[in-house]
Protein backbone atom coordinates (compact mmCIF):
# COMPACT_ATOMS: atom_id res chain seq x y z
CA UNK A 1 0.00 0.00 0.00
CA UNK A 2 1.60 3.85 -0.92
CA UNK A 3 2.01 6.30 2.34
CA UNK A 4 -0.17 8.39 0.71
CA UNK A 5 -3.17 5.86 0.77
CA UNK A 6 -3.28 6.70 4.31
CA UNK A 7 -2.51 10.08 4.45
CA UNK A 8 0.25 11.94 5.89
CA UNK A 9 0.50 10.86 9.90
CA UNK A 10 3.80 12.79 10.87
CA UNK A 11 2.43 15.84 8.90
CA UNK A 12 -1.16 15.50 10.42
CA UNK A 13 0.02 15.19 13.75
CA UNK A 14 2.61 17.89 13.74
CA UNK A 15 -0.21 19.95 12.91
CA UNK A 16 -2.38 18.69 15.52
CA UNK A 17 -0.43 17.79 18.62
CA UNK A 18 -1.12 20.98 20.35
CA UNK A 19 -4.93 21.19 20.07
CA UNK A 20 -4.47 17.10 21.01
CA UNK A 21 -2.43 17.96 24.43
CA UNK A 22 -4.82 21.57 25.06
CA UNK A 23 -8.16 19.69 24.79
CA UNK A 24 -7.63 16.15 26.13
CA UNK A 25 -6.64 16.09 30.04
CA UNK A 26 -4.95 13.55 30.25
CA UNK A 27 -3.23 12.34 33.88
CA UNK A 28 -0.03 10.93 34.90
CA UNK A 29 -0.67 9.62 37.82
CA UNK A 30 -2.41 6.72 36.65
CA UNK A 31 -2.25 4.53 33.26
CA UNK A 32 -5.14 5.31 30.97
CA UNK A 33 -6.63 2.65 28.33
CA UNK A 34 -8.72 5.25 26.45
CA UNK A 35 -11.45 8.04 26.88
CA UNK A 36 -13.46 8.50 30.14
CA UNK A 37 -12.22 4.73 31.20
CA UNK A 38 -11.37 3.93 34.60
CA UNK A 39 -7.35 3.82 34.59
CA UNK A 40 -5.24 1.25 35.55
CA UNK A 41 -5.53 2.04 39.33
CA UNK A 42 -8.83 0.47 39.11
CA UNK A 43 -8.68 -1.80 36.21
CA UNK A 44 -5.15 -3.38 37.76
CA UNK A 45 -3.89 -5.36 34.42
CA UNK A 46 -0.30 -4.08 35.05
CA UNK A 47 2.57 -5.80 35.75
CA UNK A 48 2.72 -6.46 39.05
CA UNK A 49 6.08 -4.89 39.91
CA UNK A 50 7.11 -1.49 37.88
CA UNK A 51 10.10 -0.64 39.73
CA UNK A 52 13.13 -0.96 37.24
CA UNK A 53 11.00 -3.18 34.20
CA UNK A 54 12.47 -1.50 30.97
CA UNK A 55 9.26 -0.64 29.24
CA UNK A 56 8.55 0.89 25.68
CA UNK A 57 5.63 3.25 24.74
CA UNK A 58 4.52 3.16 20.86
CA UNK A 59 2.44 6.09 19.36
CA UNK A 60 2.95 7.61 22.96
CA UNK A 61 1.79 11.02 22.08
CA UNK A 62 3.17 13.23 24.92
CA UNK A 63 3.52 9.71 26.72
CA UNK A 64 1.48 10.68 29.59
CA UNK A 65 1.46 6.64 30.48
CA UNK A 66 4.97 6.10 30.43
CA UNK A 67 5.64 9.21 32.56
CA UNK A 68 3.16 7.79 34.95
CA UNK A 69 4.98 4.49 34.99
CA UNK A 70 8.57 6.43 35.02
CA UNK A 71 7.31 7.81 38.36
CA UNK A 72 6.71 4.09 39.84
CA UNK A 73 10.40 3.52 39.39
CA UNK A 74 10.17 1.94 35.73
CA UNK A 75 12.66 2.57 33.02
CA UNK A 76 10.88 4.12 29.45
CA UNK A 77 11.11 4.73 26.23
CA UNK A 78 8.64 7.21 24.66
CA UNK A 79 8.46 6.92 20.80
CA UNK A 80 6.07 8.66 18.56
CA UNK A 81 6.29 10.30 14.85
CA UNK A 82 5.40 13.20 15.42
CA UNK A 83 7.88 15.96 17.68
CA UNK A 84 5.26 18.32 18.85
CA UNK A 85 3.84 15.60 20.55
CA UNK A 86 7.21 14.24 21.94
CA UNK A 87 8.57 17.77 22.97
CA UNK A 88 4.88 18.37 24.92
CA UNK A 89 6.14 15.46 27.07
CA UNK A 90 9.82 16.14 27.23
CA UNK A 91 8.21 19.57 29.07
CA UNK A 92 5.87 17.34 31.36
CA UNK A 93 8.94 15.29 32.32
CA UNK A 94 11.34 18.42 32.75
CA UNK A 95 8.08 19.47 35.03
CA UNK A 96 8.26 16.50 37.15
CA UNK A 97 11.43 15.71 37.49
CA UNK A 98 11.43 12.07 35.96
CA UNK A 99 13.79 10.68 33.50
CA UNK A 100 12.21 8.99 30.54
CA UNK A 101 14.26 9.22 26.55
CA UNK A 102 12.11 10.38 23.67
CA UNK A 103 12.35 8.97 20.27
CA UNK A 104 11.21 10.28 17.04
CA UNK A 105 9.67 6.83 15.09
CA UNK A 106 6.91 5.72 12.95
CA UNK A 107 5.35 2.31 13.75
CA UNK A 108 5.83 1.23 10.25
CA UNK A 109 9.76 1.77 10.43
CA UNK A 110 10.80 0.16 13.73
CA UNK A 111 14.00 -1.70 13.86
CA UNK A 112 13.82 -4.53 16.50
CA UNK A 113 17.74 -4.84 16.57
CA UNK A 114 18.15 -0.97 16.99
CA UNK A 115 15.38 -0.81 19.79
CA UNK A 116 16.65 -3.59 21.52
CA UNK A 117 14.90 -5.93 25.00
CA UNK A 118 11.68 -5.11 26.70
CA UNK A 119 10.02 -6.32 29.27
CA UNK A 120 6.86 -4.42 28.61
CA UNK A 121 5.48 -2.87 25.48
CA UNK A 122 2.38 -0.64 25.18
CA UNK A 123 0.54 1.69 22.96
CA UNK A 124 -2.75 3.07 23.05
CA UNK A 125 -4.99 4.33 20.29
CA UNK A 126 -1.82 4.60 17.81
CA UNK A 127 -1.93 0.97 16.05
CA UNK A 128 -4.67 2.21 13.43
CA UNK A 129 -2.72 4.76 12.14
CA UNK A 130 -0.16 2.14 10.79
CA UNK A 131 0.22 0.86 7.37
CA UNK A 132 0.98 -2.70 8.11
CA UNK A 133 -0.11 -3.14 11.87
CA UNK A 134 0.81 -7.30 11.83
CA UNK A 135 4.14 -6.10 11.11
CA UNK A 136 3.87 -3.60 13.81
CA UNK A 137 2.83 -6.76 16.37
CA UNK A 138 5.47 -9.04 14.98
CA UNK A 139 8.25 -6.55 15.86
CA UNK A 140 7.09 -6.09 19.16
CA UNK A 141 7.28 -9.86 19.62
CA UNK A 142 10.93 -9.44 18.45
CA UNK A 143 11.97 -6.67 20.84
CA UNK A 144 10.16 -8.62 23.71
CA UNK A 145 12.04 -10.99 26.12
CA UNK A 146 10.01 -14.44 26.83
CA UNK A 147 7.66 -13.72 29.46
CA UNK A 148 7.93 -9.86 28.37
CA UNK A 149 4.07 -8.40 28.35
CA UNK A 150 2.09 -6.20 25.43
CA UNK A 151 -0.42 -3.88 26.35
CA UNK A 152 -1.79 -3.11 23.10
CA UNK A 153 -4.96 -0.69 22.77
CA UNK A 154 -5.96 -0.32 19.83
CA UNK A 155 -9.48 0.94 17.70
CA UNK A 156 -12.72 -1.21 18.90
CA UNK A 157 -14.05 -2.29 15.05
CA UNK A 158 -17.64 -1.86 16.35
CA UNK A 159 -17.06 1.75 16.95
CA UNK A 160 -16.29 2.23 13.28
CA UNK A 161 -19.72 2.32 12.46
CA UNK A 162 -22.00 5.42 12.10
CA UNK A 163 -24.14 6.13 14.98
CA UNK A 164 -27.61 6.44 14.02
CA UNK A 165 -31.36 7.67 15.15
CA UNK A 166 -33.57 4.59 14.76
CA UNK A 167 -36.54 6.67 16.15
CA UNK A 168 -37.87 8.80 18.84
CA UNK A 169 -36.76 6.52 21.33
CA UNK A 170 -33.66 4.18 19.89
CA UNK A 171 -30.09 5.05 18.72
CA UNK A 172 -27.23 2.99 18.27
CA UNK A 173 -24.12 1.77 16.13
CA UNK A 174 -25.04 1.30 12.40
CA UNK A 175 -22.17 -1.48 11.34
CA UNK A 176 -22.03 -1.66 7.31
CA UNK A 177 -19.06 -4.27 7.12
CA UNK A 178 -17.29 -5.96 10.84
CA UNK A 179 -14.84 -7.78 8.68
CA UNK A 180 -13.53 -4.70 6.81
CA UNK A 181 -15.02 -1.76 8.56
CA UNK A 182 -15.12 1.51 6.59
CA UNK A 183 -11.47 3.67 7.43
CA UNK A 184 -11.87 6.86 9.32
CA UNK A 185 -10.45 9.59 7.56
CA UNK A 186 -9.39 13.03 9.51
CA UNK A 187 -8.36 15.99 8.15
CA UNK A 188 -6.45 18.77 9.88
CA UNK A 189 -8.41 22.34 10.39
CA UNK A 190 -7.12 23.58 7.19
CA UNK A 191 -7.46 19.89 5.41
CA UNK A 192 -3.82 20.41 3.92
CA UNK A 193 -3.32 17.03 5.33
CA UNK A 194 -4.99 13.80 6.33
CA UNK A 195 -4.44 10.37 7.80
CA UNK A 196 -6.92 7.24 7.61
CA UNK A 197 -7.20 4.36 9.98
CA UNK A 198 -8.18 0.99 10.16
CA UNK A 199 -9.50 -1.41 12.36
CA UNK A 200 -9.43 -5.21 12.12
CA UNK A 201 -12.27 -7.57 13.43
CA UNK A 202 -11.17 -8.74 17.26
CA UNK A 203 -10.69 -12.02 15.99
CA UNK A 204 -7.98 -10.82 13.04
CA UNK A 205 -5.92 -9.07 16.32
CA UNK A 206 -5.82 -12.45 18.68
CA UNK A 207 -5.21 -14.75 15.56
CA UNK A 208 -2.00 -12.91 14.44
CA UNK A 209 -1.18 -12.73 18.38
CA UNK A 210 -1.60 -16.17 18.72
CA UNK A 211 0.43 -17.06 15.46
CA UNK A 212 3.50 -14.68 16.60
CA UNK A 213 3.91 -16.54 20.11
CA UNK A 214 1.88 -14.23 22.65
CA UNK A 215 -0.34 -16.37 25.07
CA UNK A 216 -3.24 -14.02 25.43
CA UNK A 217 -4.02 -13.00 28.99
CA UNK A 218 -7.28 -10.98 28.65
CA UNK A 219 -8.58 -8.28 26.38
CA UNK A 220 -10.27 -5.98 27.84
CA UNK A 221 -13.90 -3.42 26.39
CA UNK A 222 -13.78 -1.02 29.17
CA UNK A 223 -16.73 0.56 29.66
CA UNK A 224 -16.53 4.14 30.64
CA UNK A 225 -16.99 5.17 34.31
CA UNK A 226 -20.57 6.62 35.38
CA UNK A 227 -19.85 10.20 35.18
CA UNK A 228 -23.11 11.07 36.89
CA UNK A 229 -22.39 9.45 39.62
CA UNK A 230 -18.88 10.84 40.82
CA UNK A 231 -17.77 14.36 41.71
CA UNK A 232 -15.34 16.27 39.96
CA UNK A 233 -12.42 15.75 42.31
CA UNK A 234 -13.61 12.11 42.42
CA UNK A 235 -13.18 11.88 38.31
CA UNK A 236 -9.43 13.76 38.14
CA UNK A 237 -8.46 11.12 40.40
CA UNK A 238 -10.04 7.64 38.53
CA UNK A 239 -10.28 8.62 35.26
CA UNK A 240 -7.16 9.83 33.65
CA UNK A 241 -8.08 10.32 29.64
CA UNK A 242 -10.60 13.10 29.12
CA UNK A 243 -11.73 15.85 27.29
CA UNK A 244 -15.26 17.82 26.58
CA UNK A 245 -15.50 16.36 23.17
CA UNK A 246 -15.21 13.04 24.59
CA UNK A 247 -17.63 13.82 27.57
CA UNK A 248 -20.06 14.94 24.85
CA UNK A 249 -19.78 11.46 22.71
CA UNK A 250 -20.37 9.57 26.20
CA UNK A 251 -23.89 8.41 25.61
CA UNK A 252 -22.26 6.23 22.08
CA UNK A 253 -19.01 5.35 23.95
CA UNK A 254 -21.70 4.01 27.22
CA UNK A 255 -22.82 1.48 24.78
CA UNK A 256 -20.40 0.49 22.04
CA UNK A 257 -16.60 0.36 23.20
CA UNK A 258 -14.55 2.78 21.45
CA UNK A 259 -11.17 0.97 22.47
CA UNK A 260 -10.22 -2.75 22.77
CA UNK A 261 -7.04 -4.07 24.83
CA UNK A 262 -4.89 -6.70 24.03
CA UNK A 263 -3.09 -8.20 26.86
CA UNK A 264 -0.68 -10.82 26.33
CA UNK A 265 2.93 -12.39 27.05
CA UNK A 266 5.11 -13.33 24.53
CA UNK A 267 5.73 -17.61 25.22
CA UNK A 268 8.14 -18.22 22.44
C1 LIG B 1 -4.79 9.30 19.35
S1 LIG B 1 -3.13 9.74 19.61
C2 LIG B 1 -2.77 8.80 21.05
C3 LIG B 1 -1.55 9.30 21.74
C4 LIG B 1 -1.24 8.61 23.08
N1 LIG B 1 -1.02 7.20 22.90
C5 LIG B 1 -2.32 8.89 24.08
O1 LIG B 1 -2.96 7.94 24.53
O2 LIG B 1 -2.50 10.08 24.41
C6 LIG B 1 -2.29 8.84 18.33
C7 LIG B 1 -0.78 9.01 18.34
O3 LIG B 1 -0.22 8.14 17.36
C8 LIG B 1 0.86 8.83 16.74
N2 LIG B 1 1.07 8.23 15.42
C9 LIG B 1 0.27 8.30 14.34
N3 LIG B 1 0.79 7.62 13.31
C10 LIG B 1 1.96 7.10 13.75
C11 LIG B 1 2.97 6.30 13.16
N4 LIG B 1 2.87 5.90 11.90
N5 LIG B 1 4.03 5.96 13.92
C12 LIG B 1 4.14 6.37 15.21
N6 LIG B 1 3.22 7.13 15.83
C13 LIG B 1 2.14 7.49 15.11
C14 LIG B 1 0.41 10.27 16.67
O4 LIG B 1 1.47 11.17 16.49
C15 LIG B 1 -0.32 10.41 18.00
O5 LIG B 1 0.55 10.88 18.99
Known sequence: MERNDSG???????????????????????FHYGPLLPGDSQVKALPEKLEGLRCLELGA???????????????????????????????????????????????DEIDPEALGEWDFIHSTWALP?????????????????????LH?????????????????YEEGMFVSNYFEPPREVR?????????????????TYINWLIELGFK??????????????????????????DSD???EMYPQIQKVPFVVTYIATRVS
Open 129 to 149: FAEDQKSVLQKCAAMLKIGGR
Open 187 to 203: FTKDESSFIRTRQYPIS
Open 216 to 241: IEKVLELKPLELELLNGDELLKCMPY
Open 61 to 107: GAGQNSLFLASQGAECLVTDISEEQLSHGEVIAKEEGLKLKFKQLDL
Open 245 to 247: VWR
Open 152 to 168: MTTGHPVFAGEWIQLDD
Open 8 to 30: DSRQYWEETSKEYQSVTRISIND
